[in-house]
């Protein structure tokens, strides 16, 4: 049998063109719906969402669309999660348990309120927060429980859900990977008291940067609604500031253009989802990788593929397949959130280290996060845009690359 000769190596890549990107316009739907909105508000003259129609519009289209009692605009997926922090109002040296795998924005708003971050580790396959990882985590002082739904797959919410009620602390959704992501009947970001989603470049939709954050309760959508505008609360003649918050507010022009986005998110979550099925029919019969689990509610923001020690080196994997004209990337970060500096290191507010005095994030802390991450996480960038001939190509370059690095069985 002819030898494969990888990109790499000097062989002809399997594609030639780019792929399309969330980076462009090739992989963003932006269409004349957006064009108006920005023109509708720039005419309008009125830029800020304080005294707008935009951002409160928006918030009632999103509720609806996730049927939630409450949306607040805000802006960014971060400030999103420092809003649902803020709810939780946690006092200095709580704790809150998340994932170490995760955009840092999942992290830094528990920081940022004084809390503690408690790393709970993942499921080896998803990646995803499991009920045993977090009930070992949960001590006295925990007050909340940050999910993420990484990549798209929804974590097990229901069960957190239940565990969060016995212990009576509070369950925050982090939707920023996963709009529209099934669970049961209703979706991600509908089971936790709270949850939060991103309008970044790069997610299911985009303003460029943008969050929001839904909850059923009214208390809770106040105090969120609060925290995005320094405590001032606008809906009483007072011009006073109930307690320490930031400016986290939406503008028009990013409410505006979200409105639009919403009208097309169906449609990208079913085209990703369309791409993604026949990807994985394409690889089902490789050795050694195992293409992402979808029990019909997977919403594929990335394609993430895991690698048995017999596929290869994940390192190498990565480079061959972005040689080949298929962008990939090993691990998605370089390490788990606990590794970054500001955590490990607690480089946090002047030399104090504070909150973080107490706590210590060793490596190894999360062995199974530091697995998928080090050895065994790759991640292609996926879209909506794509065609058959596209994901043709993708697995044409997964099987080439899988020909030459995969040891024999
Ligand atoms: C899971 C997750 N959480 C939080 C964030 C932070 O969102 P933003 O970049 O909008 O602040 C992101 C994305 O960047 C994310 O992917």
């Given at each position: 049998m002819e030898k494969t000769v990888l990109a790499r190596d000097g062989g002809t890549p399997v594609r030639t063109s780019p792929l399309p990107s969330v980076m462009d316009a090739s992989g963003r739907r932006f269409g004349d719906d957006e064009v108006k909105a920005v023109e509708r508000v720039l005419r309008s003259g009125m830029l800020s969402a304080t005294w707008g129609t935009e951002a409160p519009a928006l918030e009632l289209e999103f509720a609806d669309l996730l049927g939630a009692g409450y949306a607040v605009a805000c802006s960014s997926g971060t400030a999103a999660l420092h809003l649902a922090v803020a709810a939780v109002?946690?006092?200095?040296g709580d704790e809150i348990i998340t994932t170490p795998i995760s955009d840092m924005g999942t992290v830094f708003p528990i920081m940022m309120q004084n809390a503690v971050p408690v790393f709970a580790d993942v499921d080896p396959i998803t990646g995803n927060l499991t009920p045993e990882t977090v009930a070992a985590a949960i001590t006295p002082r925990t007050k909340a429980v940050i999910v993420v739904h990484l990549f798209g797959k929804p974590a097990p919410v229901r069960e957190l859900r239940e565990l969060c009620d016995r212990h009576g602390i509070l369950l925050i959704e982090d939707c920023a990977q996963a709009y529209l992501a099934p669970v049961g009947d209703t979706f991600v970001g509908?089971?936790?008291?709270i949850g939060c989603f991103s309008l970044q470049q790069t997610k299911h939709i985009s303003a460029g940067d943008g969050g929001l954050a839904v909850t059923d309760d009214a208390a809770r959508a106040r105090r969120m609604r609060l925290f995005a505008d320094k405590g001032w609360p606008r809906d009483t003649d007072e011009r006073t500031y109930l307690f320490l918050a930031l400016n986290y507010r939406m503008t028009e022009l990013v409410a505006s253009v979200t409105r639009a986005q919403l009208t097309r998110l169906r449609g990208v979550v079913a085209d990703r989802r369309t791409a993604a099925g026949r990807a994985s029919a394409g690889i089902a019969d490789l050795a050694g990788i195992t293409a992402p689990p979808d029990g019909g509610d997977h919403v594929y923001w990335q394609y993430p593929l895991i690698l048995s020690p017999?596929?290869?080196d994940l390192h190498e994997w990565a480079a061959a397949l972005t040689a080949e004209g298929v962008p990939a990337n090993g691990g998605y970060l370089t390490g788990p959130l606990y590794a970054a500096p500001a955590v490990r290191e607690r480089i946090t507010y002047g030399q104090s280290r504070f909150p973080l005095q107490d706590a210590e994030y060793p490596p190894g802390l999360c062995p199974n996060a530091e697995d998928l991450i080090n050895s065994r996480l790759l991640v292609l960038p996926w879209n909506e845009n794509y065609t058959d001939a596209d994901v043709d190509d993708i697995v044409a370059a997964i099987r080439k690359v899988h020909s030459a690095l995969a040891r024999e069985a």
């Open positions: 109002d946690p006092e200095p509908r089971i936790g008291h017999a596929a290869g």
